[in-house]
């Protein structure tokens, strides 16, 4: 997440948000409350509704929901006027995975971070989550290794091997049962930076299949 961020208050009036966004070269802003959580989100797109609508003074008919709330931010001064409302916002421990599938399923450009006390500590954008998969294969092997191997499945150093080549990770070794092979697979797909998983895992016991009785 990005840390150092500018944000605005819901009486932020709107020739200060647009001053700030073309300051800080930044495309949204979000909005907090007096206590530092975020409450909305303004953008680039919020206030070009106001061009759009010539600050609401066009006399159109307004049907849907959608379209009078577009003329609602075009006649909006303020921050609190303009917001998208509520902030979509994600914890702060919360995986990259987890951060690009809320993005998708909200069909948003960014996340209010949040920490445990539900104040804002950053923002998570697009940009920041394709830039996961620039990173380099032996920071990706180092990984999985210490966070997938060690300490998210308890395995000794050495009881399996992965290979990073490009972002597709390769999984070799032994394990005892079927379930310890995908579970391994699965979080090695959820390390930051892994593009693919080829799952080579050999496995002992396939507890996958019931046995009848």
């Not at 840390?3 to 932020?12: C, F, G, H």
């Not at 032996?138 to 080549?165: C, K, S």
Request: proline share 4%; aromatic share 4%.
């Amino acid at each position: 997440m990005t840390k150092e961020i500018v944000t605005a208050r819901p009486e932020t009036a709107f020739k200060e948000l647009v001053a700030l966004m073309n300051t800080h070269r930044v495309s949204g802003l979000p909005v907090v409350d007096a206590a530092g959580r975020p409450v909305g989100v303004v953008s680039e797109a919020d206030t070009l509704v106001k061009q759009e609508h010539l600050g609401g003074i066009e006399n159109r008919p307004l049907f849907g929901r959608r379209r009078k709330d577009r003329w609602r931010k075009a006649t909006g001064r303020t921050a609190g006027d303009l917001m998208t409302a509520p902030a979509v916002t994600i914890a702060a421990d919360a995986t990259v995975t987890a951060a690009a599938r809320l993005l998708a399923e909200k069909n948003i450009r960014r996340l209010c971070v949040v920490d445990g006390d539900g104040l804002l500590a950053g923002i998570v954008s697009r940009r920041d989550v394709i830039g996961t998969f620039l990173r380099d294969d032996d920071a990706i092997r180092a990984d999985i290794e210490e966070h997938v191997f060690r300490r998210g499945m308890w395995l000794f150093p050495g009881t399996l091997n992965v290979e990073v080549t490009s972002g597709v990770a390769t999984l070799d070794g032994e394990v005892e049962r079927r379930t310890t092979a995908q579970i391994a697979a699965q979080l090695s797909h959820a390390v930051p930076g892994v593009v693919g998983v080829r799952n080579n895992l050999r496995y002992e016991l396939d507890d996958t299949v019931t046995t009848p009785l």
